[in-house]
């Protein structure tokens, strides 16, 4: 099992920033990618970014050259830095940890941008 603990999020004004983060715990050697996901209000889960244990990166073209993912030192915590963010990123965001097995998603952060 793991368990991931989202927090950071927030309202903002457009233009501003944001860092999300997504802390892993339990069988985290077991985690093959961390990702991020987004649900706007009455909207389908669509995928934002992720990090492979080998820290390769993929973005959405939504998000590429204003969302940064990275990974903190001890290699639990992804991070999910948000810059020039418009009121189209509105969404609840989730972190998602692949394994060999299951998916294991986070309980969600808001993220509300107003113009």
């Known amino acids: 099992q793991v368990q991931l603990v989202e927090s950071g999020g927030g309202s903002v004004q457009a233009g501003e920033s944001l860092r999300l983060s997504c802390t892993a715990s339990?069988?985290?050697?077991?985690?093959?990618?961390i990702d991020w996901y987004r649900q706007p209000p009455e909207s389908q889960r669509d995928f934002v970014a992720s990090?492979?244990?080998?820290?390769?990166?993929d973005y959405a073209d939504s998000v590429k050259g204003r969302f940064t993912i990275s990974r903190a030192d001890d290699r639990n915590t992804v991070y999910l830095q948000m810059d020039s963010l418009k009121p189209e990123d509105t969404a609840v965001y989730y972190c998602?940890?692949?394994?060999?097995?299951?998916?294991?998603w986070g309980q969600g952060t808001q993220v509300t941008v107003s113009s």
């Open positions: 339990g069988r985290t050697f077991r985690i093959n990618s």
């Open positions: 998602v940890a692949r394994t060999e097995y299951l998916p294991f």
């Open positions: 990090i492979s244990r080998y820290d390769n990166t």
